[in-house]
C-alpha cells in the first residue's frame, strides 16, 4: 500500500506539472465534441463521470485487430492493466484490474453467469465492431456481471448518407516460414442502406486460422479441450434494420450469429517443462468433435433523445450461446464411471448449453427549473438458464440452472460552480433468485495405478467421490448497490475525481454443483453459491490539454466471498470462495511530438492481489496467475500523416514472484513468472482504391512461455503453451 501509494503521488505531481505549460483542447476535438459512453447509461459526457473511462476508435481497434486478429487480444493489448491473452478460445484467467471483466454487445451481456464457460470474448467479429468501451473496476452499470470492469463492443451504426454504402475486407496471414499449414484467410463484406426513414445494414465475415508457430519454428500445443483459435473456421451474420419514428425517435433491430469451430485437424503433444520445451502439436485426428463456439442473439431497441425534454432507452434481447468443449481419455478423469465402462477407457466431452432473455429501460433529464442537476431512472431485467451435458454419453455435469435477476436503479449528477465540481452517485438495487432441481453428481472417478514407487501412504487403484444426490433449491439473494463520486475540473481537460463503486455477480455456480461430493447438501442452504460483492475505490487525475493525454489512477477492491479457481480434477478448476483484496495503480501517457502525425505513448500498471487462505478473516496469500495479471509496461509509436498510418507498439510484461505470510505453506515455485516482452507493428496506405496494410505480430519472432502457462499447472506437460512466433497478416479494405 505504502509504495502503491507513493508511485502515485509522484505521478501525480509529475502530471501536474506537465500540465503548467499544456495549451487548450484543439479546435479540432472541440467541433468532435464531448465522447458519450452508452455503457455508462448516461449521455453526460466522460469528464463528468467519476470513473476511469476509455474508447478504442474504429480506426484504433482495426489496426489491433489486423495484428492480433481478435477484439480481446486488441483490447489486452492496449490496456495495462488487463492479463495477457491465452491465445486460446477460452479466456478463463483473464482479468482487468484483477477480476473478471463484463463482456458485452450494445449492452447485452456476453457471459453465461450461472456457468461460465470464459468464451464471451468470442462472440461477435471484430469487423461488425464500431468501437470498444471500457470502464473499469468494479460496476453495476450493466447489472450482474463486471467485478472487473465492462468491455462493450458497439456494433457499427445505421448509414447516414442516401443510397447503397459499404465495407469490403480481404486478409491473408501466414507464420515466419510460410508453412502450408499455417496460412489463414479472411473475407468480409458490409452492405448499407438508407431510404428516407428507413435503413437496413446486412454483412457477413469468414475466417480459415491455420495454425500456430512459436519463435522457434515448432507449432504452438493445442488446448483440445477448452478450444482453439488455431486450425479453426468462423462465419459471422449480422444484419441491423432501423426506423426513425421521428426526429428524435428510432427503432432498431439488430441480430448476430457467430460460429467458431475447430477443424480437428491436429493432436497435441505433450512438452517438458523441466527442459523448457512448450507443448506442440501433430497431424492426427482428435476424438470426438470439436471444441467450438455459436452464440445467436437479436434485440430491439426503441430510443427518443428527447422524449418530454429528456433521452429515453429501452432493449428487449435474446441471447442464446452453445459452447462446445473437446474430450479425452486420462487416467485421471471427471467424466469416468465404472458403471459405464472399465477405468481410464470412457471418452466423453462437455457442452455448456445458455438461453437469455433480458430487457433494459432508462430515462435521463436534467430536472426542469434545476438544470444542474441531471437524473436517470432505470429497470433492468435477466433470465438465463443454462446447463452442461456430456454429449458423448448423454449425460448430465452440471443440473439445468435458472437465474433471474430484477433491477431497478437510479442515478444523479449534480453539477456546481459552473462545472468546477460534479458531485455524482446512485444506487441499485439487485433482486436475484436461482433454482436448481434434484440433481445426481457425478461419479468422477480417479484411477491411480499401483506401482512400488509410490509413497507408502498412497492409496491406488480405483476410488470414487461425487456420485451423490442433492437437494434443489430456489434461493434468494438481494443486495442495494451503491455507487458516488466527485469530480474537480479547475481547468478545461484537467479533472480529478475519487469514486466508490459496488459490483454485483454470481460465482460459477455451475462449478460449485458438479463438484458437490457429500450427501446432505441442500442448494437452499449452500452458502458457496451467494453472489459476489466487490466493493471498488478509486482515486484518478486525467490530463488532456494540447498535446498531452495523461492519466493516474490508484484502485482497491475487496470482497468477502470472492471467486478464486484452484486447479481441479485433470485440467479442469474448481471454485473456492475466498475473502479477495485488490490494489494497483495504472499511469498512461501519451503525447503528440515536434514530429508532425507522430504520437508517442507509454503504460504502465502495478497490481497485488491476496486472498484468505486459512479462513481467519486475513489476507495472507497472493493471488497466482490464474486470478490476477503481472505488472506491466506499454510502449508505443504512432504516425498518421496523409495516407499513411502506423504504429510500432512493445509490451513488457514482468516477473512475479508469489508469497504466503511466514507459518504458511508458500505458493510452488514453478508456477513463479520470469516475464517476457513482445513488439508488434502494422503499416497501412491509402491508395485510390482502398487501403493497404501489412502487420506483423511478434516482430523480432521472440520465443516466450505466455502467462497461463508459466503460471500455472506445473506437473501438466499438455498444458504448457508458447507464445505465437512471428506472423505477417497483409489485408486490403475499401469503404464504398
Known sequence: MRIISSTLLSTTTLLSAITANAQPASAEAEAEGPIVVTAARSILPVNALPLTIDVVDKETLDQQLAISGSVTDAIATLTPSFS?????????????????????????????????????????????????????????????????????????????????????????????????????????????YKAGDFDATIGATYEKRGVFYDGQERRVGLNLTQGETQDSRTTNFFARLGYATSATGRIDLIASRFELKGDGDFVAVAGNRNAGLPTSAVRGVPPGDPAANRTESIALSYTDT????????????????????????????????????PVNTLFDQSQNRSRKIGAKFSYERAMPGFEALTATLGFDALWDKTEQRLIATDRVWVPPAEFRSLAPFAQANLKLFDGLVRIAGGARWENVQIKIDDYHTLASTTFIACSASLPADTPCGTSTYGGVAVAGGKPRFDDLLLNGGVIIEPWEGIRAYASYAEGYTAPDVGRIARSVNLPGVDI?????????????????????????????????????????????????????????????????????????????????AHIEGRYDNNADGVVDTDLDGVNISPDRVNLSATFNRGPVSAIVQTQY???????????????????????????????????????LRLSVQNLFDKFYIDYSSDTRLPTDNLAYFAGRGRTFTLSWDYIF
Not at 313 to 325: A, L
Open 306 to 341: 428527447e422524449l418530454l425534454g429528456g433521452n429515453f432507452i429501452s432493449q428487449i434481447f435474446f441471447n442464446r450461446s452453445r459452447d462446445t468443449f473437446g474430450g479425452e481419455i486420462a487416467p485421471i478423469a471427471t467424466f469416468q464411471d465404472p458403471a459405464l465402462a
Open 524 to 604: 437452499d442452504s449452500y452458502l458457496t453459491i451467494e453472489p459476489i460483492v466487490s466493493n471498488n475505490r478509486e482515486i484518478g487525475v486525467e490530463v488532456k490539454r494540447g498535446p498531452i493525454d495523461a492519466s493516474a489512477t490508484y484502485f482497491w477492491s475487496s470482497s468477502d466471498k470472492g471467486q478464486l479457481l484452484v486447479p481441479g480434477l485433470g485440467r479442469n478448476f474448481d471454485v473456492q470462495r475466498q475473502r479477495i483484496k485488490i490494489e494497483g495503480i495504472e499511469v498512461n501517457l501519451r503525447s503528440e511530438t515536434p514530429i508532425k502525425g507522430l504520437k508517442l505513448g507509454i503504460g504502465y
Open 653 to 691: 510484461f514482468l516477473s512475479r514472484t508469489f508469497h504466503a505470510d511466514p507459518g504458511l505453506t508458500q505458493p510452488d515455485r514453478r508456477n513463479n513468472f520470469a516475464g517476457y516482452h513482445v513488439t508488434d507493428a502494422s503499416f497501412r496506405y491509402q491508395t485510390g482504391f482502398g487501403g
Open 84 to 192: 495477457p491473452t491465452r491465445q486460446k478460445l477460452s479466456g478463463a484467467g483473464e482479468t482487468l484490474r484483477g477480476r473478471s471483466p463484463l463482456y458485452a454487445i450494445n449492452g447485452i451481456p456476453q457471459s453465461t453467469p450461472l456457468r461460465d464457460g470464459a468464451r464471451d470474448g468470442f462472440t461477435i467479429d471484430g469487423f461488425f465492431v464500431d468501437r470498444v468501451e471500457l470502464i473499469y473496476g468494479s460496476n453495476a452499470l450493466q447489472g450482474i456481471g463486471g467485478t472487473g470492469g465492462i468491455v462493450n463492443q458497439v456494433t457499427v451504426g445505421a448509414p447516414t448518407k442516401e443510397g447503397l454504402g459499404g465495407r469490403v475486407l480481404l486478409q491473408a496471414t501466414s507464420d515466419n516460414s510460410f508453412h502450408s499449414n499455417g496460412l489463414g484467410w479472411k473475407a468480409g463484406g458490409l452492405f448499407q
